[in-house]
């Protein structure tokens, strides 16, 4: 009988708390033995990764091997946040899990970031130099508010979303990190008129689509040719682009990017 | 001066008596729609032909209903004599002039403080039988509300809500009692389906869907895990007067994904039931998904058609199962007479000569996960099929989506969730579905029209020679009948999550349908 909208989860969760006595959560984790730690590895794997990558590196889903996150500061308050999702987010209530499962979930994802800490080598001042010029990035995307893009995603939160590991290999080949959801179309009407772009929206009738000159939206009936390319990317390679050290002024850049303030 | 107004429209519309005689012969008065499928048998079909192919492309809102609860309506409205009675989530319902769209009255209820389900506090609709609406509500009581004003006539306790028993099941009115299912499958409580005496809200009967130590089919429980079976009875079914014979599915067995603490068949979980409808008393049962292990609940809407299979004319009745098997079972006996895949599905080599499903390796959920076609929600689920007699031909909404299964722990602690594991979609696939037409009697595809991604819309045909469907982006759509053609369409702005009805307004036809928290019925205009 299960169906898919997941916050009706959270509202059930908040009702368990009148009668489950493991749903107010103690300040530590209970379940930390090594048996624990690898099951949680587990359900980390089944139920988080295809978000969060399969070491926290990051995907859909913010990167999460750091030894601080910032929606959860201490042990108790990220076993909430797992087993009740985050309302208005992509991040769903832990509701298939019982609450000795969160705590074990919770356990691995603190192992994740007690590893060392990813150095990031360049220089985040020269970064933001290359960012507007030679990358010519604000073409497609803004940074807290900046830029004329609206092409690409928003990157004034990126530091907090993806590894600099991730950024690195994003910027080298688009299209092996091409975010979940995302899907390039290409499009040639009847009149011959042919678009490439990024698809914002899709029902059986209709499509909606986004490219370097705004948005445009068809009926399917009208177009010669619809298809979509989900791994591929508008987004251009920069290895020939940059060199070694620029690359990682860049990364150094993009990993600084943590909110608007 | 609006009092004023409203208590003319109140005047000029007749509340008449829905006598069980009317609604076993539905059929004949097709300017209502006096249960919730439309007739006994779950047709879903108006025998109205004022909207057809030819003029479908006129059809506009008549007007527009704003459901007042926060949470999305699933519900069927049922409609007699110019009144619409529609129930909102939690089990609320409200009284609606066909012509007008205006409130007649309303019922409303406030939940219980604590109050939970797995999937949202929906409703999917009355039953009506004399002069009284009957409902059932989320807090899981059945409460009859007198049909001129929404008064409160009584006002029974089915089970506690504490432990996750809920009701979301539109009821059905047999003769002169009103039968109910349950719901609460994610919270290990026992499975039932009940009638109760539709004057007095007295109990007639219950049939318990699984059954406890030293009955009859505890057997195929491994130890006692049937303490927590589940098998719930959350959609409505049919019935055949005929036969006396009450049709019910059931729910998946629990918790919901570790079969390994309930080894065997778990009956009587994923069945169809065939209850004396006087008595409760099982006559026969047929098992779609023995030991299921992936929440294919069989709570979809049985069709009850006669028709000539296997060389002999036969009462029978077809199923379009969550599993993606549709399936034609002799209805006298519960024989299995023929089944045939009509979604996308990777878990069983086919059905054997009794329709027991083949399953294939490797398909069962693990702690990493599993990859398997279906979905949790299935090749369908509780959205209604449609029989058209005129066309011959069985209409499903069909999901061709697949999912990834976990197994977990299983601890009960009452009034907890009991699932025992959980899944998701896969990553970077883009499911799909249509509306597919069957051949009845073998489940052979006869058309299909593809939709852009797994529908959660019923479907209706009608005589005027339309099947009209939702999406999940919001359209509400009018297919031909006979070949699937897309004819017309309209953006409603939300998901269509309901099943469509079809009824006449002042001698109009009108077509009703539910979309997130609004109701749309259109006209010709």
Redesign the interface.
Known sequence: MIRTILFAWVGAAVALAQIDPEYVAPKQNPHTSPADLKRGEQLFLGHCAGCHGPKGEGARGPYLARPKLRRAPDDAALFELIRDGIPGTEMPAGWAMIMKEVWQVTGYVRSLGRTAEEKVPGDAARGAGLYRTKGNCSQCHTVRGQGGGTFGPDLTEIGTRRSASYLRAALLEPEKTVPEGFVQVHIVTKEGKTITGVRLNEDTFTVQVRDLNGVHSFEKRDLKDFHKDPGKSPMPGYRTIFTAPELDDLVAYLASLRGAS | MKRMVLLIGWAATAVGQVSYDRIRRADSEPGNWLTYSGNYSSHRFSKLDQIDTTNVKRLKPAWVYQIQAREKTQSTPLVADGVMYLSEPAGEVTALDTRTGRTLWNYRRTMPK????????VNRGVALLDDTVYVGTFDAHLVALDAKSGVVRWDTTVADH?LGHSITVAPLAVKDKIVVGI?G??YGVRGFVDAYHAKTGQRAWRFWTVPVAGEKGVETWAGESWKHGAA?T?VTGAFDPDQNLVFWGT??PGP??NGEVRKGDNLYSDCLLALDADTGKMKWYFQFTPHDVH?W?S?EVPVLVDGVVRGEKRKLVLFANRNTFYYVLDRQSGQFLAGKQFAKQTWAKGLDDAGRPIRLPNTSPT???TKVYPS??GGT?WFSPSYSPVANLFYVAARDEGG?Y?M??A?Y?????F?A????SI??E?PAGAIRALRPFTGELAWEF???SPPWAGVMSTAGGLVFGG?N???F?ALDAATGKILW?FQTGSQVKANPISYLSGGKQQVAIASSNALFVFELE
Do not use: M
């Open positions: 604590g109050t939970r389900g797995c999937c949202s506090q504490n719901a499958g994610e719930t959350w729910g998946n919901d994904w929440d609940d709570t702690v990493e996960g949790v929600p689920n990834i976990h977990g722990e601890e602690k009452p009034g907890a969730q699932n594991g959980g899944f998701r990553p970077g883009e593809k939709l852009f999406t982006e919001g359209d759509l369409r």
